[in-house]
């Protein structure tokens, strides 16, 4: 399931009154763990605020004008292992507002009337400014027409307070406000996403500090990596090429597609998930002379996501990057040929790359889908929700997959039926992964495991069942990230999660590629 990544902001929009030059901090917690640690600084009319979360520092620079309306923008995304620069993105409000990417054709503007603000995810130093623009009294509320850094799209935001109770609401997600006395902001909770935050002095962040800025961990002897990136149209996609040093002459590649949510190129999330899955299988494959790309999905980590509103994303936007990163390794000579290796949800989107023309030799399938998305959806929400909960969930799944109004969604389930992905999840729940597989017209290769608890064994034997001519393979007490685990136990199996120096087991690497060396093109 996608979660949507944007959902808790930083809201920006004019102050009813100058600020004194003053500074502190935020931690957000997910389910009680820190994922991401802000400080900031006003002076004058800029406030400046720095945030680390999941391997990034975002530096953010605003500049209000007399009259507190937001003028520019500027964010740097940085590298926390390296400092490497991943991207930079200049923002100016007007009437409009247009905003750039730096060293990318990405960019383009879009009508903000007022009032206005500007957002991006999980700067809390802004929410605390907008805030302060609600009206005296028991109850007031404001609606501001907002411009998303993260993808470009405007959507309308609601400061509210009722009751003593002050909320922000975007895109049907609220956020609970705990102002002080003296009116900066003290606490935050999303309740539908199970975050929290507390305002910390500045000096005890990891964002008030320089980056201690280390080499990443190399790859092993043998193995070199490199950046590889290329275009969607206005999408720029960045990966990492792995090769192996030595080869005498062109090899062999793979591109390898990352599964659902905001699922970065070596396999791991903010959500909850550090596994290194991809990089590891990434680094394995070059010892064995099979070169590989893994890359940042549009929107996470490294990769621009500019193209417009969030809510019109479909499924097939996100195919659609694929073939085009396929396409560009089949013209690099440096390759013999192209398969695609695609992980939970990348396997369906490997599926349909194919299927549209991607110039692939074949498609590997790890722990993909063999029935709808729906179907193992449900299966997965059978296995924590009681009966009654489950029936209320199927009831907004119908209503949430049709094409009337949104259904009114409870909060522990907002993060499930979130209207910013409504149109992913529509598209994504038309497509038979079984039928796909019986289009293909190259060789397939499923590989399932047999602990794992999101998709199981049953989605294996739909796609041997659809594709005959399938090489399916059942690695038995494999989970999801195929690490051993012995037992379906979710306490065992979400441990494996946030482990990545657990060894892949040792039946996959072979068995990719065996497949990779003997399919041709």
Same mark, same amino acid.
């Given at each position: ?121 999980? %700067?809390?130093?802004? !929410? *605390?400014?907008?805030?302060?623009? /609600?009206? @005296? #009294?028991? =109850?007031?509320? +404001? $609606? ?21 109770? %002050?909320?922000?609401? !975007? *895109?049907?997600?609220?956020?609970? /406000?705990? @102002? #002080?006395? =003296?009116?900066? +902001? $003290? ?335």
């Amino acid at each position: 399931m996608r979660v949507a990544g944007g959902l808790v902001a930083a809201l920006l929009t004019l102050l009813p009154t100058e600020l004194p030059a003053q500074s502190g901090g935020y931690r957000t917690l997910l389910n009680g763990h820190e994922i991401a640690a802000e400080a900031f600084q006003w002076t004058g009319h800029t406030l400046a605020a720095t945030v680390d979360a999941s391997g990034y520092r975002l530096v953010t620079r605003l500049v209000y004008d007399d009259a507190y309306q937001p003028l520019t923008y500027e964010l740097t995304v940085l590298s926390l292992a390296t400092g490497e620069r991943q991207r930079a993105v200049s923002v100016t409000v007007g009437d409009s507002v247009h905003w750039t990417v730096a060293g990318q054709s990405a960019g383009g503007g879009r009508a903000l009337p007022v009032p206005r603000a500007v957002m991006q995810n999980l %700067v809390w130093s802004h !929410l *605390a400014a907008i805030a302060r623009r /609600l009206p @005296p #009294g028991p =109850d007031a509320s +404001l $609606v501001l027409h907002t411009f998303l850094v993260d993808n470009g799209g405007v959507l309308d935001l609601t400061l509210a307070r009722r009751e003593g109770r %002050v909320t922000a609401s !975007l *895109a049907g997600t609220e956020v609970v /406000l705990v @102002p #002080g006395a =003296d009116g900066d +902001l $003290v606490s935050a909770a999303v309740p539908s996403q199970g975050l929290t935050v507390e305002r910390v002095p500045a000096e005890s962040v990891s964002a008030s500090r320089p980056l201690a800025v280390h080499a990443p961990a190399p790859p092993p002897a043998g193995v070199v990596e490199e950046p590889f990136a290329w275009n969607d149209g206005p999408q720029h996609l960045v990966g990492t090429l792995s090769r192996p040093a030595r080869a005498a002459g062109r090899v062999p590649v793979v591109l390898i597609i990352a599964g659902s949510g905001p699922t970065d190129r070596d396999g791991n999330s903010r959500l909850g998930l550090t596994s290194d899955v991809y990089r590891k299988l990434a680094w394995a494959l070059a010892a064995r002379g099979i070169a590989s790309v893994r890359y940042d999905k549009r929107g996470i980590g490294a990769s621009s996501f500019m193209g417009g509103d969030a809510t019109a994303v479909a499924f097939d936007d996100f195919t659609d990057d694929a073939a085009a990163g396929a396409r560009a390794l089949a013209a690099d000579p440096r390759f013999t040929k192209v398969v695609l290796v695609g992980h939970s949800e990348g396997a369906l989107l490997a599926e349909r790359a194919a299927n549209a023309g991607a110039p692939v030799a074949g498609v590997v399938m790890l722990a993909g889908m063999g029935r709808r998305f729906t179907t193992v959806l449900h299966e997965q929400m059978a296995r924590s929700l009681d009966a009654a909960r489950l029936a209320a969930y199927d009831s907004l799944m119908a209503l949430f997959l049709g094409t009337g109004p949104m259904p009114d969604v409870p909060p522990d389930l907002r993060a499930l039926f979130h209207p910013s992905v409504r149109r992913f999840v529509r598209t994504e729940s038309a497509i038979d992964p079984a039928d796909e597989a019986r289009r293909l017209a190259v060789p397939l290769l499923v590989v399932q495991g047999t602990t794992d608890i999101q998709v199981s064994v049953a989605d294996a034997v739909a796609l041997r069942a659809a594709q005959p001519r399938a090489d399916v393979h059942l690695l038995a007490d494999a989970n999801h990230l195929f690490v051993h685990v012995a037992t379906t136990d979710r306490a065992a199996q979400l441990a494996t999660y946030n482990d990545p120096s657990l060894p892949l087991v040792p039946e996959l690497v072979p068995l990719v590629a065996a497949f990779v060396e003997r399919v041709g093109r």
